[in-house]
């Protein structure tokens, strides 16, 4: 997700009591455009919602509704993950803790529409990985998957062990995908260039290759109950 589709979304990632505030917009372009340039440059920890009001006192923004402040906060958060770690290595506690501020505003926007499970193994999660590894296959399961469903959509985000390695999966119950269009996207990772809407999991995927070598393993299984995306990690860590 870039900082372009954060503002396009805005109108309906902030939301009180599942009605829009008015000015959410305006508001969340002017932290983007006034905060987070002082984000970036001070990399200041997770603020309380008090402290986070008085730093936009502070830069001259008027906050509209203190129920924007945990929203705020996650946006921010995950705008920063984005912006200040993209080209290094971090943990798959790091990706973790940017898919759950991703979820976050993902639940403001579409409310009890979406369900989003976690299960992780924290024994896992010190394993080292590409940044942005895992968010990106959480937003296709919503983009692709369960968010055009009215109600009753489940994306189950999954970190566990499996004979001693470190695996992820991504599993929703959307509308999945059909066996001539899986067959593509899957012969599509051997080939250069981009492949329609999945664009996104073929970069994961590369990322991933190029930082494990050939001990990586990564599936996308789909049918009519949903679509998974599983990636087993080697155990001997980057190649």
Do not use: W
């Not at 503002?7 to 959410?24: K, W």
């Amino acid at each position: 997700m870039t900082i372009q589709n954060i503002i396009c979304d805005i109108d309906g990632v902030l939301m009180h009591d599942n009605v829009a505030v008015p000015g959410a917009a305006e508001f969340i372009k002017r932290i983007l455009e006034k905060e987070m340039p002082l984000v970036m440059l001070t990399n200041y920890p997770s603020q309380t919602g008090q402290d986070l009001a008085n730093r936009f006192a502070t830069a001259g923004i008027d906050v509209p509704d203190t129920a924007f402040y945990t929203s705020a906060m996650a946006t921010a958060d995950f705008l920063r993950y984005n912006l200040g770690k993209v080209t290094k290595a971090v943990t798959l506690a790091d990706e973790i803790d940017n898919t759950r501020n991703y979820v976050y505003i993902q639940r403001c926007r579409f409310g009890e529409r979406i369900r989003f499970v976690f299960e992780v193994d924290e024994s896992c999660a010190g394993q080292e990985v590409p940044c942005m590894i895992l968010q990106p296959l959480v937003e296709n399961s919503v983009t692709h998957g369960v968010g055009a469903m009215i109600g009753g959509g489940t994306v189950t985000i999954r970190l566990f062990k499996q004979d001693g390695a470190a695996c992820l999966e991504v599993r929703d119950n959307g509308v999945g995908i059909s066996a001539q269009r899986l067959a593509q996207l899957r012969d599509s990772f051997k080939k250069e260039g981009g492949e329609g809407g999945h664009i996104g999991l073929k970069n994961v995927y590369l990322r991933l290759k190029l930082f494990f070598g050939e001990g990586l393993q990564f599936s996308i299984d789909s049918g009519p109950d949903g679509t998974a995306v599983r990636i087993g990690l080697p155990r001997s860590g980057p190649g």
